[in-house]
C-alpha cells in the first residue's frame, strides 16, 4: 500500500523496508499547547504552503521541460522579472523588469552590495542598529568600514544617508499595509529595495529580489555574476505567482500573523509594566513585533 506525504504518493520498492514519515507540515513550534515562539523570525513550517508548491513544480516541469535542466536559462529568468514586476507593483513597488536582480536568497544581496563601488565613490557604510546579526559578521570578516546610525520606534535620520539599502522581508506579514517602501517615495536614483519571499512562502526557496536604480544595475550583475540562481526555483515561483496561489497564501498568513500580534500585545500589557518594550499597534505585523524587540534588548543590555 503507498504512504502519503502532503498529498504526493510514495511507492517504496520492493523489500526495501519500512519508512515513517512525519505528518504533512511538521509541528507548530508549541503553538498546539499555548505556546508561541517570538525567538525567531521565520515563518512557522506548519504554514508552508507544501501541496500548493508540489503542483507548481509539476506545472513548472511540464512548461519549461528543457530549460530547467541546464545551468541556467534566460527566458525563465526573463518570465519570472515580468511576473515580479506585477507583484511588486501590489506593494507599490513600481520598476521596469531590467532593473530586478535575482539573488540566491535576500541575503546574498547586502554582500554584493557592501563589496561593489558606488558612483558616489563610497567610503564606508553606514548601518543601522539593531540591524541583522549575519550581515554585521559578514562586514567585520570583511574588514569593510562601517559607521553606526540608531534606529528606534520613530524611524532613522534620513538627513545622514545617502544611499539606502532597503530589506523589506516583512512586509507581507503586515495586517494592514499602511506604509509604502522607501523605494516608492524615492526620486533621486538612490534606494535599493531587496525583497524576500522566504518568510512569505519557506525560507528554502533560496531565491530573492533587488530592485536596483538603473545606474547600479551593470555593476552589481558583474559582482554577482558568479552566483546564479537556481532556474527550478525561478520557474516553480513564476507559476506560483500566475495562479494565484500566491496572493490566497498571503490573505491565510496576514490572519494567522495578525492573531499571533493580538495575543503578543496583551502579553506586553501584562507583563511588561515597566515599558522596556515601545509597542506600537498590533496592526502594524510581524516587523514592527520584532523591531520593538529589538530595541528593547538594546536598551536593556541584554
Not at 502532503?6 to 503553538?31: H, K, L, M, N, W
Request: hydrophobic share 40%; glycine share 6%.
Amino acid at each position: 500500500m503507498p504512504n502519503w506525504r502532503c498529498g504526493t504518493p510514495f511507492i517504496p520498492s520492493p523489500q526495501s523496508g519500512y519508512y515513517v514519515f512525519d505528518q504533512a507540515g511538521g509541528g507548530t513550534r508549541g503553538e498546539e499547547h499555548g505556546v508561541m515562539d517570538f525567538s525567531s523570525s521565520s515563518p512557522d513550517p506548519g504554514l508552508f504552503p507544501h501541496q500548493d508548491f508540489h503542483h507548481c513544480l509539476n506545472k513548472a516541469f511540464e512548461i519549461n521541460s528543457r530549460q530547467l535542466f541546464t545551468c541556467g536559462d534566460l527566458a525563465v529568468t526573463d518570465n519570472l522579472k515580468r511576473t515580479l514586476v506585477t507583484r511588486l507593483a501590489d506593494s507599490q513597488l513600481f520598476a521596469k523588469a531590467e532593473l530586478i536582480m535575482l539573488t540566491t536568497g535576500i541575503q546574498h544581496a547586502p554582500g554584493i552590495l557592501a563589496l561593489m563601488p558606488f558612483p558616489n565613490g563610497r567610503t564606508e557604510i553606514l548601518v543601522e542598529q539593531p540591524s541583522y546579526n549575519l550581515f554585521l559578521r559578514f562586514l567585520e570578516a570583511e574588514r569593510l568600514p562601517v559607521s553606526w546610525i540608531m534606529r528606534t520606534s520613530g524611524g532613522i535620520n534620513l538627513d545622514e544617508l545617502e544611499y539606502v539599502v532597503e530589506d523589506d522581508y516583512m512586509a507581507d506579514l503586515g495586517e494592514v499595509k499602511r506604509f509604502e517602501p522607501i523605494y516608492a517615495l524615492d526620486r533621486t536614483s538612490h534606494v535599493v529595495c531587496l525583497k524576500s519571499f522566504s518568510k512569505i512562502i519557506f525560507p528554502g526557496l533560496r531565491l530573492g529580489a533587488a530592485v536596483l536604480p538603473e545606474l547600479l544595475v551593470d555593476t552589481f550583475r558583474q559582482y554577482s555574476r558568479f552566483a546564479e540562481t537556481s532556474v527550478l526555483s525561478q520557474a516553480v515561483l513564476d507559476v506560483y505567482i500566475k495562479n494565484g496561489m500566491d496572493a490566497r497564501h498571503c490573505r491565510s498568513m496576514y490572519k494567522h500573523y495578525a492573531a499571533r500580534n493580538q495575543r503578543l500585545h496583551k502579553a506586553l500589557r501584562k507583563h511588561d509594566p515597566e515599558h522596556w518594550i515601545e509597542a506600537q499597534s498590533a496592526e502594524e505585523g510581524i516587523r514592527a513585533i520584532v523591531e520593538e524587540v529589538g530595541h528593547a534588548a538594546a536598551r536593556s543590555g541584554r
